[in-house]
């Protein structure tokens, strides 16, 4: 399985992004998926989860009303929009699949992708 991530870049305070994930080398629509984020010199932490379906979602506190995970299961992509971005947003975003079910726990995803820079400008 490979997650290749893309939509970052440099976004003033109060705009929007939006980041992909497309998944190969085996069934998407099997995997819940998930976006965690990783500010410079701090842990890497939960962002949003999509079951397969689509059927249940979860968000971090700090980004409910602003940020909207989705899917395309034809498309084999996961998306984050992100909108009303903050200076604290800014981090490197990782898009997660697990084959058991939705979790804010990154030790249960069994695959990643590279990482794609999100850097909010005030």
């Known amino acids: 399985v490979q997650l290749q991530a893309s939509g970052g870049g440099l976004v003033q305070t109060g705009g929007s992004l939006r980041l992909s994930c497309a998944m190969s080398?085996?069934?998407?629509?099997?995997?819940?998926m998930a976006w965690f984020r990783q500010a410079p010199g701090k842990e890497r932490l939960f962002v949003a989860a999509?079951?397969?379906?689509?059927?249940?979602?979860t968000y971090e506190d700090s980004v409910k009303g602003r940020f909207t995970i989705s899917r395309d299961n034809a498309k084999n992509t996961v998306y984050l929009q992100m909108d009303s971005l903050k200076a604290e947003d800014t981090a490197v975003y990782y898009c997660?699949?697990?084959?058991?079910?939705?979790?804010?726990?990154?030790?249960?995803?069994?695959?990643w992708g590279q990482g794609t820079l999100v850097t909010v400008s005030s």
């Open positions: 080398g085996d069934n998407f629509s099997t995997y819940a």
């Open positions: 997660a699949a697990d084959q058991w079910g939705t979790s804010s726990e990154r030790y249960e995803y069994d695959y």
């Open positions: 999509i079951s397969w379906s689509g059927g249940s979602i």
